[in-house]
Antibody, heavy 118, light 106 residues
């Protein structure tokens, strides 16, 4: 079955960057677009953007342009999201999610917690 | 930006009740809406896509409807395992989640 396995929790300093991974298994990697979603207690769920795993094309929510960078490594069936210039407002759980179309996310990773604190 | 408003924010209901959750968009979203269920400590799970299409493996007591700006998720007979927070998600223009409805047992 389709599985998305995310990397572990991150503790980062303000101004630094983190890179979260999302390893796919159980299906042909390039048949699913991978989306990334941010969840905080205060702001709820926010859609960051998605990557077409076949072409590498990326599509971002305006709010996250310049904050998030999405990439893939097809050889390892892994998607990545780098978050840069971290601030405490980036503290959240970040999910990767996959679907044959990006807007219908039928498989989700378990979430990766990012805490930004000095 | 399209805003998605869910109501109520908290809903208490009894096992067996018919439950209706509402999601209202700030403009017409042409049925480009999904519903997700999130149980405590878990990732969200797709229930309904494109307004009224039941995802494979989801019980038939879940259904979706709507058009224009107004959308509804209905649970025909509430079960204890349905306790969760439910989110709508629009992708007609950009992408926006609703704030969620927390469903509790009475």
């Amino acid at each position: 079955q389709v599985q998305l396995q995310q990397s572990g929790a991150e503790l980062a300093k303000p101004g630094s960057s983190v890179k979260i991974s999302c390893k796919a298994s159980g299906y042909t990697f390039t048949s699913y677009d991978i989306s990334w979603i941010k969840q905080t207690t205060g702001q709820g769920l926010e859609y960051i953007g998605y990557i077409n795993t076949g072409s590498g094309g990326t599509y971002y929510n305006e709010k996250f342009k310049g904050k998030a960078t999405l990439t893939v490594d097809k050889s390892s069936s892994t998607a990545f999201m780098q978050l840069s210039s971290l601030t405490p407002e980036d503290t959240a759980v970040y999910y990767c999610a996959g679907g044959m179309v990006p807007d219908v996310m039928d498989a989700w990773g378990q979430g990766a917690s990012v805490t930004v604190s000095s | 930006d399209i805003q998605m408003t869910q109501s109520p924010s908290v809903l208490s209901a009894s096992v067996g009740d018919r439950v209706t959750l509402s999601c209202k968009a700030s403009q017409n979203i042409n049925k480009n809406l999904d519903w997700y269920q999130q149980k405590l400590g878990e990732a969200p799970k797709l229930l309904i896509y494109f307004t009224n299409n039941l995802q494979t493996g989801i019980p038939s007591r879940f259904s979706g409807s709507g058009s224009g700006t107004d959308y509804t998720l209905t649970i025909s007979s509430l079960q204890p395992e349905d306790v969760a927070t439910y989110f709508c998600f629009q992708y007609n223009s950009g992408w926006t989640f609703g704030g969620g409805t927390k469903l509790e047992l009475k």
